[in-house]
């Protein structure tokens, strides 16, 4: 949604929700001669509503009250069935007093541009007729089921006009048209939602919030009215629709309240260590990778869709401005993300409004001065550091996002537990998978694949191991103790690249298991809103594997 668009659509939130006298304007309860639906497409999508009402029929009184000057007051255009709901605040248009003195005989409102800035293109109010037009995609709810009643509510300045067509309708053709004739006066004003509510405090009206799945606009978001972050991404429906109130353009950014999204910035250090001068700033394939992964993810999102949708920043212009060169001295980090020159560089490079949504990625050429760690991150936290030295491949820069974004996600090196080099779990936090990728064929080594695990593997006791079932189960084999025989029981240490198996695998021979990531990953990591910089989980990991070369 442009600025344009979401300026006006928090005018209508405050003028119409929150003006004192709007609440409690005169309710005119009035039948109407005619309403036309008309959709088209498959699904189906409102194409066009129109309404007329006139005074001395359908029961209404001889005369219509008409309203004060709408001018800079709270308007708005409701319209409901079952299929959701649309509103329009009339601000995107031009509102004219008919009659002399300006108003005596009724006021139009015209927006020519229609449905951009709202769907209302025609409104008319007179004391003799009431006339609305709304064009464009998404300018009529969309019907669930056939003969569901249809409600409206017009307010003009200190009026609300009433009205509703009620099922069975003169003609409904399923997916194209519905035409109601003749309809009488509503018994109430009301709707099956009261406008000026945010039950869920995400700064979305629930009548907005229409709970379908399907985002059409800010004015139907498809999100659900009692859940503040319909798609459990931890960003409000609200600032994934408006942007934030510190001004981050989310929307613009392409984030999407009904489908999950992961963003991350880049800065990077150029430097001539160790080889020929080089940037550590990852390319457009990398990136590509690391999008490829997430989009493919097994994750399930509201709007049926599949996959996380991911939002990298290393500078590339527009709204994604963000990333961009260190000119640091010496091409690395003294220390990890918590040290202060990792903290300083954030500060400076890192705007505030970023905090609580984006994460933070460094890529010098090493940490802690000369460590041959692949990087170090947060667990469960949105601060990282991807560190190549001279082995910044594509593939191994996109894996070592990947993983270090992992332990952002509240990852280990083996899923829930710090037990490394399992063969049975298959994901690139895994440190036998994070360069050479995850084995697809149930063979233990990689096959060049970014992705964490689905937790699909066998349990392995290394006390007792079937080599008939390699990790997969029969007949994927695997010999284990590489003595060319496949026997059915086998006492092997098959992770013995692991130091620490004492403390972390509980022993030398353990029984280890694989872990679904995908259903586990924490999205909930980053700190508030304008928590601001210096902020730092209490753990943190290095990530002790070094990087094959390019």
């Not at 006006?8 to 929700?17: G, K, P, S, Y």
């Not at 007329?52 to 209404?60: D, E």
């Not at 700033?281 to 991911?310: K, R």
């Amino acid at each position: 949604m442009n600025s344009h668009r979401r300026s006006t659509l928090i005018a209508f939130l405050v003028f119409m929700f929150l003006v004192p006298g709007f609440a409690g304007a005169a309710e005119q309860l009035i039948g109407h001669k005619t309403s036309i639906s008309k959709y088209s497409g498959v699904p189906a999508t409102g194409r066009l509503f129109k309404l007329i009402a006139k005074a001395g029929s359908s029961g209404n009184p001889a005369a219509f009250t008409l309203p004060g000057n709408p001018v800079g007051t709270a308007n708005s255009v409701f319209v409901q069935r079952d299929g959701g709901a649309i509103a329009d605040s009339l601000t995107a248009g031009v509102w004219k007093g008919l009659g002399n003195p300006v108003g005596s005989k009724g006021w139009k409102y015209k927006n020519k541009d229609a449905p951009t800035g709202g769907a209302v293109k025609v409104l008319i109010v007179k004391q003799r007729v009431l006339k609305v037009i709304a064009k464009g995609v998404g300018s009529m709810p969309v019907p669930v089921a056939p003969n569901g009643d249809i409600s409206m509510v017009i307010g003009v300045d200190a009026e609300r006009y009433c009205t509703a067509a009620t099922a069975p309708h003169l003609k409904e053709v399923d997916g194209k048209l519905i035409k109601a004739k003749n309809q009488s006066a509503p018994t109430s004003c009301g709707t099956s939602c009261v406008i000026g509510t945010d039950s869920d405090g995400d700064r979305l009206d629930d009548c907005f919030e229409t709970n379908t799945g399907i985002f059409v606009s800010g004015v139907d978001t498809g999100t659900d009215p009692l859940d503040a972050d319909t798609d459990d991404d931890d960003i409000r429906d609200g600032d994934e629709v408006l942007g934030t109130t510190a001004g981050l353009d989310l929307p613009g950014l392409g984030v999407n309240p009904l489908r999950q999204d992961i963003l991350i910035e880049y800065d990077w250090f150029d430097d001539s260590l160790d080889c020929a001068a080089h940037s550590h700033q990852p390319t457009t394939a990398t990136l590509n990778m690391v999008t490829t992964m997430f989009a493919n993810a097994p994750t399930v999102n509201p709007d049926g869709s599949t996959g996380i949708n991911f939002i990298h920043d290393v500078g590339q212009g527009g709204l994604l401005n963000g990333g961009n060169f260190i000119a640091d001295g010496d091409g690395v980090l003294v220390g990890g993300v918590s040290n202060a020159e990792f903290q300083n560089y954030k500060t400076a490079n890192f705007a505030t409004n970023r905090f609580g949504y984006f994460h933070y990625t460094i890529l010098p050429h090493r940490y802690n001065t000369s460590s041959s760690s692949s990087g170090q991150a947060e667990i469960h936290g949105d601060d990282m550091i991807v560190s190549l030295y001279c082995a910044f491949s594509d593939r191994n820069v996109a894996h070592t996002i990947a993983h270090e974004l992992g332990h952002n996600l509240f990852l280990f090196h083996g899923g829930n537990v710090l037990c490394n080099y399992k063969p049975n779990y298959n994901s690139i936090m895994n440190y036998l998978y994070q360069f050479p990728g995850v084995d697809n064929d149930c063979t233990p080594p990689g096959n060049l694949v970014l992705d964490y695990s689905i937790g699909d593997r066998i349990t392995l006791d290394e006390n007792d191991l079937d080599e008939n079932d390699g990790t997969c189960g029969a007949p994927d084999f695997w010999d284990w103790n590489g003595n060319s025989t496949i026997e059915s029981s086998v006492v092997f240490d098959v992770n013995s690249a692991d130091d620490d198996q004492e403390l972390f695998c509980g022993g030398t021979l353990s029984s280890l298991s694989d872990f679904n990531d995908w259903a586990n990953i924490r999205l909930t990591g980053l700190p508030s809103p304008g928590a601001g910089a210096g902020r730092s989980t209490s753990l943190v990991i290095d990530c002790d594997n070094p990087a094959p070369a390019n």
